[in-house]
């Protein structure tokens, strides 16, 4: 398995567990109500936890509201087919303008509520979270992929150099 | 060619702005969308950093928006956490009841004019409440640092990685990278 391989392998784990988290504080609430409350602290320095805002499951609110509930549920979904549409190894990076397609309805949702010209409701919150969450994985991943290549080299002409002193 | 600025300067700048930013009542409401001034601030953290590049030191790598990530996230949670604390220890009971009542009438006065909705005001009533039920806790306060020194280089990290690919020079070299 490549280094490439592995930097997505761990994204994608450690998104899933985030992901994970955020279902299991409801799921845990009658079996194990310590982990469960647990769980809902952790994710509380992050979101309201407003209950009319959040989307519920199994009688209880989600960890996170609707809107950073289909921010990570998407981006763990375009993580996952994200192989499939394009080689890991890939570098170029779609055009800005879908930044503006993704980060604009949720921008214009918050504002326009915050102003009062405009009540968001959880199909609002949920569509335009959604939409983020689908479309930055697109610009993470190549990003972080040759990150993480560029940090191993950097530390390995570090360790070189160390080596050699050492010899010397 | 002339090496690159220290990261060090610009994660302080950021890690700053991040702690104030999370740690004020109020302004903090804006990390209840999704850690927004968290990763907002990777985002500044590099776009700072781009600024200070000149033409004659190296470009600007993705390798640096994880660093300069990392780092700031880190900074800026033990700077919240330093900012929590001293907006507590030095307001006091006393003060923190006369500022709790001065915010709700302000709040209060922004409902009435149809500015904020009541959940809204209510969710900063509570955030107020919770620093003053807080105040001179010890286990929260390394509670809080402890999931801030989770969560806050995530998000960092993730701000400056979606940084570069916005800041990034439009016709990059070709690049590969090594298995």
Not at chain 1, 128 to 147: D, K, N, R, T
Not at chain 2, 93 to 99: D, Q, R, T, W
Request: with cysteine; glycine share 8%.
């Amino acid at each position: 398995m490549t280094l490439t391989h592995r930097t997505y392998l761990v994204v994608v784990l450690l998104v899933a567990a985030w992901c994970g988290g955020i279902l299991l504080a409801p799921a845990l609430s009658g079996s194990m109500p310590g982990v469960s409350s647990a769980l809902y602290a952790c994710y509380e320095p992050i979101c309201h936890q407003i209950d009319a805002r959040s989307f519920h499951s199994d009688g209880g609110k989600l960890a996170v509201c609707a809107r950073c509930s289909s921010i990570y549920f998407t981006f763990l979904l375009a993580l996952i087919a994200y192989p499939l549409f394009r080689r890991l190894s890939e570098q170029s990076l779609p055009s800005r303008f879908w930044i503006v397609v993704a980060i604009g309805p949720m921008v214009v949702d918050v504002t326009l509520n915050f102003l009062g010209l405009h009540g968001s409701t959880l199909l609002t919150r949920a569509v335009s979270g959604g939409l983020f969450g689908l479309i930055v994985p697109w610009y993470i991943i190549p990003v972080l992929v040759e990150a993480v290549s560029q940090l191993r080299s950097q530390l390995l002409s570090r360790g070189g150099l160390f080596y050699a002193r050492k010899a010397q | 060619m002339l090496e690159k600025p220290s990261k060090l300067r610009i994660a302080l700048i950021s890690g700053t702005v991040i702690g104030a930013v999370s740690s004020i009542p109020g302004i903090s409401l804006i990390n209840c969308c999704c850690c927004a001034g968290v990763w907002l601030g990777g985002v500044l953290a590099l776009y700072l950093y781009k600024k200070q590049l000149t033409e004659e030191m190296p470009q600007l790598e993705s390798s640096d928006a994880l660093m300069l990530g990392l780092m700031a996230g880190v900074i800026g949670a033990f700077t919240a956490t330093i900012i929590n604390v001293l907006i507590l220890f030095t307001l006091g009971p006393v003060e923190a009841e006369l500022v709790k009542s001065i915010a709700e009438k302000v709040l209060d006065r922004l409902v009435e004019q149809g500015s904020m909705t009541t959940d809204m005001v209510d969710l900063m009533k509570e955030q107020i409440d919770q620093s003053i039920r807080d105040a001179g806790n010890l286990s929260n306060i390394f509670g809080s640092l402890f999931i801030a020194l989770i969560v806050y280089p995530i998000f960092t990290i993730l701000g400056a990685l979606l940084g570069f690919a916005i800041f990034r020079r439009k016709t990059p070299p070709p690049t590969t990278v090594s298995p």
